[in-house]
């Protein structure tokens, strides 16, 4: 069974940067996708960037040109470098991490990290 270890939430005012980490518990076990998604109350849980292992990268639109992810196979780690961040940017976030064996997916989530970010 693979964890998600999360690190690297915090409370920064707006304009500001933070940097999030999420490493596997497994290293030999590879990892095709790797994401990030958040989730504020009352809201349903969106995806906000994604990787490859390729390094193929996906982002959404309210996130794209501000945020960055990035990751390590040899590590099974992804990162995500949130700049310019907003009040909207607020919720918590959880890293996952998807595998496909045949026809089967083998999904991953962490336990999610809290990101506030002040006006």
């Known amino acids: 069974q693979v964890q998600l270890v999360e690190s690297g939430g915090g409370l920064v005012q707006a304009g500001g940067s933070l940097r999030l980490s999420c490493a596997a518990s497994e290293t030999s076990f590879s990892i095709d996708l790797m994401g990030w998604y958040r989730q504020v109350p009352g809201k349903q849980r969106e995806l906000v960037a994604s990787?490859?292992?390729?390094?193929?990268?996906y982002y959404s639109d309210s996130v794209k040109g501000r945020f960055t992810i990035s990751r390590e196979n040899a590590k099974n780690t992804v990162y995500l470098q949130m700049d310019s961040l907003k009040p909207e940017d607020t919720a918590v976030y959880y890293c996952?991490?998807?595998?496909?064996?045949?026809?089967?997916?083998?999904?991953?989530w962490g336990q999610g990290t809290q990101v506030t970010v002040s006006s």
């Open positions: 990787i490859t292992r390729g390094g193929s990268t």
């Open positions: 996952n991490a998807a595998a496909w064996r045949a026809i089967i997916k083998y999904d991953y």
